[in-house]
């Protein structure tokens, strides 16, 4: 009986002094990002938003890619930068452009869950053939600008966990240029597909 009330105590005390697994966990998404990403459903717009979020990811960081900057504006809609530590900004990068990767991949298995422009619009008749070539390009011309960054982030560092995010970003990017020069046939399978 006396071992299982300090049993039951320790319990309780460990429950009270350690944190959650999940709330221990952190996003990385702002709040206001993840509301704009709710927003864009079409996936040119979809990658557009990520690969400014990564921008701002390397502004936090302190590192010029060229990308596309938040006017004053937009600055509330977009909220603060995250403050986070270098590792986090890097792991952020790494699991934003797994994210961008991920939703082109998914479309490009089910081109039919695409969410296209309201077919009544003139203005914005676009189809799945029209959006995801552009969403691809879009995304490999972002990687392009990444590439040189994270190579030189690569020099910089001698921490293996940053190093590892690092690789991994870099082998997105790979990938995400390979993936523009199998446009065409993607393309062609996609239309198969339909008839």
């Known amino acids: 009986m006396k071992f299982q009330l300090l049993f039951l105590i320790a ?5 009270v002094i350690l ?7 952190r996003d990385y998404f702002t709040a206001e990002e993840v509301e704009l990403i709710r927003d864009a459903q079409k996936i040119d717009d979809r990658i557009n938003l990520l690969t400014k979020i990564i921008d701002r990811r390397f502004d ?3 590192v010029d890619v060229h990308g596309a900057k938040i006017s004053p ?6 909220g603060v930068l995250p403050e986070s530590s270098r590792f986090q900004l890097l792991l952020d990068i790494k699991r934003i452009l797994q994210k961008a990767v991920d939703d082109i991949d998914g479309l490009a298995e089910r081109p039919d869950s695409a969410i296209l422009p309201d077919p009544d ?4 008749k676009q189809s799945f053939a029209d959006l995801f070539p552009k969403a691809v390009k879009a995304l490999a011309a972002a990687a392009q600008r990444y590439q040189p960054a994270l190579k030189a982030e690569l020099d910089k560092t001698n921490a293996g966990s940053e190093t590892g ?18 446009l065409p046939a993607q393309m062609e399978k ?4 339909k008839n």
């Open 165 to 182: 995010s690092i690789l991994d970003s870099l082998e997105f990017c790979d990938q995400i240029i390979a993936a523009v020069e199998k």
């Open 60 to 62: 936090a960081l302190k």
């Open 190 to 193: 996609s239309k198969k597909g």
């Open 121 to 124: 619009d003139k203005k914005a």
């Open 73 to 78: 504006k937009e600055q509330e809609k977009w």
């Open 11 to 15: 319990i309780g005390v460990a429950f």
């Open 19 to 25: 944190p959650p697994t999940a709330s221990a966990q």
